[in-house]
T-cell receptor
Framework: AQSVTQLDSHVSVSEGTPVLLRCNYS??????LFWYVQHPNKGLQLLLK??????LVKGINGFEAEFKKSETSFHLTKPSAHMSDAAEYFC??????????FGTGTRLKVLA | DTGVSQDPRHKITKRGQNVTFRCDPI?????LYWYRQTLGQGPEFLTY????????KSRLLSDRFSAERPKGSFSTLEIQRTEQGDSAMYLC??????????FGEGSRLTVL
């Protein structure tokens, strides 16, 4: 069975400092992995996806994530946080092509 | 704009009433999903369509819930005899064969 664990429910960083949001997954197959961002009262927007090509995936707005099979991790990073990055972030795993399991989310706060 | 659209964006109803939400997916996407999201939680899978066929339903989807996708185009989600526990954001997403989910802005239901 597939599952995903977001290790931090809340992360606070200062503007201009690096962001690290952690995600571990469990999958019986070769998974596809995604990160989505959700701003208040909005739908979810795709940041990036991994589908067994390059292990370092670049996404929108300067975010990237690295797939590490040995650690079953797919952490999201950004070198320099911006105030507009404050939002809820969801890690998602899919290993059967149509079923997607969402993590419980990490709320990112960016301090001025 | 050719994104996923949902209607209505907000619905306030009294307990016991029926409500219906509509989702218009991106036209070339043959997969359509409904999710439910409550405050502070990640989206939970409700149901999935491939074209007009409803291929999977979550156990969360009690017999008060029904979803349709006539002709494989728009979809409706109906909740009969609403209960206060049905209050949530109902999210629709469509997906192309490449596997990304594209979400609408959601329909927020408040049951009084």
């Amino acid at each position: 069975a597939q599952s995903v664990t977001q290790l931090d429910s809340h992360v606070s960083v200062s503007e201009g400092t690096p962001v690290l949001l952690r995600c571990n997954y469990s999958s019986s197959y070769s998974p596809s992995l995604f990160w989505y961002v959700q701003h208040p009262n909005k739908g979810l927007q795709l940041l990036l996806k991994y589908t067994s090509a390059a292990t370092l995936v670049k996404g929108i707005n300067g975010f990237e994530a690295e797939f590490k099979k040995s650690e079953t991790s797919f952490h999201l990073t950004k070198p320099s946080a911006h105030m507009s990055d404050a939002a809820e972030y969801f890690c998602v795993v899919s290993d059967r092509g149509y079923k997607y399991i969402f993590g419980t989310g990490t709320r990112l706060k960016v301090l001025a | 704009d050719t994104g996923v659209s949902q209607d209505p964006r907000h619905k306030i109803t009294k307990r016991g009433q029926n409500v219906t939400f509509r989702c218009d997916p991106i036209s070339e996407h043959n997969r359509l999903y409904w999710y439910r999201q409550t405050l502070g939680q990640g989206p939970e899978f409700l149901t999935y369509f491939q074209n007009e066929a409803q291929l999977e339903k979550s156990r969360l989807l009690s017999d008060r819930f029904s979803a349709e996708r006539p002709k494989g185009s728009f979809s409706t989600l109906e909740i009969q005899r609403t209960e206060q526990g049905d209050s949530a954001m109902y999210l629709c997403a469509s997906s192309p064969h490449t596997g990304e989910l594209f979400f609408g802005e959601g329909s927020r239901l408040t049951v009084l």
